[in-house]
């Protein structure tokens, strides 16, 4: 009777360690928060990931890769002298993984050099930005777009921005920083094409604007044929519909933007 009692003590600890040990495995870690220094930079800037729980390891990469346990570990600041973004993940023994966060950062080569914006047609008055200027003021838009006066929305086809420079300059690419957060129903464009006195001068489509991905702020980079340039032209052609993997199916999509830069 004895063993029998005892037996059953052991096979009970024993459920309950295994119990416990699918437990831990079951539990994903949470995601790091990253943060930069100056999201736009002309020398560097310094990039902090902010986790605290024991025995975490934040492991990260800087070129867009996929992050796995052979990944760099991250142990103090990183300092940046040139684009790049930034993929984390927080690893565990015990825990599973953490979802990837990441964060872009752009070296700029020119400081303000735009005298003057016209957008056409004028933004959503609910998303108005801080006019076509802040456009080219250099300062990110943060998280809550709702309640963040650096974005600027749109709900129409296509949006054109006539840039003038305060000088003629040599320029190569076009940036436009853009929100992508699908669950607000709020898309990549399809593409966006730069004009020099009507003349097509450069254009990029983008793919993944009717993939379905997870809340990023992203930077949509159009090459130009390289040239010396006093004013441009830039249109972005949202999507024309939300595709049908969406609950919002068939609708259009909102387009949000905070900077166009020449580089």
């Not at 100056?38 to 992050?67: C, H, M, Q, W």
């Not at 020099?196 to 130009?224: E, Q």
């Not at 830039?234 to 933007?257: A, C, D, S």
Request: net charge neutral; proline share 6%; glycine share 6%.
């Amino acid at each position: 009777m004895r063993y029998r009692y005892i037996l059953g003590v052991l096979l009970l600890v024993f459920h309950s360690c295994i119990a416990q040990k699918a437990s831990t495995q079951t539990f994903q870690m949470s995601t790091s928060q990253l943060k930069a220094s100056s999201v736009f930079f002309d020398a560097k800037t310094t990039i902090e990931f902010d986790f605290n729980f024991p025995d975490a390891i934040i492991r990260y990469a800087l070129n867009g890769s996929v992050v796995n346990e052979s990944s760099k570990e991250y142990t103090a600041p990183l300092v940046l002298t040139e684009s790049s973004l930034i993929t984390a993940k927080v690893f565990h023994p015990h825990y599973l993984e953490s979802d990837p966060v990441q964060l872009e950062v752009l070296k700029i080569s020119k400081k303000k050099p735009i005298k003057n914006i016209v957008i056409t047609p004028s933004p959503n008055e609910r998303y108005p930005g801080l006019g076509p200027l802040g456009l080219g003021d250099l300062i990110k838009g943060g998280k809550q777009f709702s309640s963040d006066s650096q974005w600027m929305g749109f709900q129409t086809d296509s949006i054109t921005a006539l840039i003038t420079l305060n000088d003629a300059i040599q320029v190569s690419t076009i940036v436009v920083s853009l929100l992508t957060s699908q669950s607000s129903w709020i898309f990549a464009p399809a593409e966006i094409k730069i004009f020099y006195k009507g003349k097509l001068i450069g254009a990029s489509s983008y793919p993944k604007s009717t993939a379905s991905n997870a809340r990023n702020d992203s930077f949509f980079s159009v090459p130009v044929a390289m040239g010396v340039y006093g004013q441009l032209e830039v249109v972005i052609y949202p999507l024309n519909e939300i595709p049908e993997w969406h609950q919002g199916k068939g609708t259009r999509p909102w387009f949000f933007m905070d900077e166009i830069i020449i580089q």
